[in-house]
């Protein structure tokens, strides 16, 4: 089993819709959890972080954590062609100093 | 300007030889890393080392041997550079505010291409 799971795409949402993206983790230590976004052919950006239980919002993004049921997400309102990018989740373990990557998921914004 | 920075950008080169990958960054951080991303896209760390003193180390070929000469530089040097070596090497730094939190700011990738 992997460390942690996204479903790779490609996820294609209609401009304007809600982009939900989902990660699941198989450490139930895990304290911090990321979500980066991820141009073609550029580096990974942060866009969130969440460490505890329920929902935080920035702006159009909303970050869901549910810790008994090992499940991050990560919700785009008002979804732009300009969010088309591959979205991915790390997660840190209690005490780790690494983040362990997912897979990612290809999101594509149709216009 | 640049946070992080990489260079070269884009590397190719034959089988068998040696490169090195260099990193530096400006944001006064205290911690540095490497990852690799393969074709699939799956971002995975190799080394970090933390005011110069390796910190972690995973299972990789100890052909790939990091060197951080100040907490501000970590270049990798790999040595009979192999095929499977080809993918995108990402440096990445951070300021560890408490144990539970901790942003990456990640370098714009070093493309290795090896024939």
């Known amino acids: 089993q992997k460390e942690v799971e996204q479903n790779s795409g490609p996820l294609s949402v209609p401009e304007g819709a809600i982009a939900s993206l989902n990660c699941t983790y198989s450490?139930?230590?895990?304290?911090?959890f990321f979500w980066y976004r991820q141009y073609s052919g550029k580096s990974p950006e942060l866009i969130m972080f969440?460490?505890?239980?329920g929902d935080k919002e920035d702006g159009r993004f909303t970050a869901q954590l549910n810790k008994a049921s090992q499940y991050v997400s990560l919700l785009i309102r008002d979804s732009q062609p300009s969010d088309s990018a591959t979205y991915l989740c790390?997660?840190?373990?209690?005490?780790?100093?690494?983040?362990?990557f997912g897979q990612g998921t290809r999101l594509t914004i149709n216009p | 300007d640049t946070a992080v920075s990489q260079t070269p950008k884009y590397l190719v080169t034959q089988m068998g030889n040696d490169k090195s990958i260099k990193c530096e960054q400006n944001?006064?951080?205290?911690?540095m890393y490497w990852y690799k991303q393969d074709s699939k896209k799956f971002l995975k760390i190799m080394f970090s080392?933390?005011?110069?003193?390796?910190?972690i180390n995973e299972t990789v070929p100890n052909r790939f041997s990091p060197k951080s000469p100040d907490k501000a530089h970590l270049n990798l040097h790999i040595n009979s550079l192999e095929l499977g070596d080809s993918a995108v090497y990402f440096c990445?730094?951070?300021?560890?505010?408490?144990?539970?939190?901790?942003?990456?700011?990640f370098g714009p990738g070093t493309r290795l291409l090896v024939l």
């Open positions: 990445a730094s951070s300021q560890a505010r408490g144990w539970n939190q901790e942003t990456q700011y």
């Open positions: 969440i460490y505890s239980n």
């Open positions: 080392y933390n005011n110069k003193e390796l910190i």
């Open positions: 944001l006064g951080h205290d911690t």
């Open positions: 790390a997660v840190k373990g209690q005490g780790a100093q690494k983040l362990v």
């Open positions: 450490d139930r230590g895990s304290q911090s």
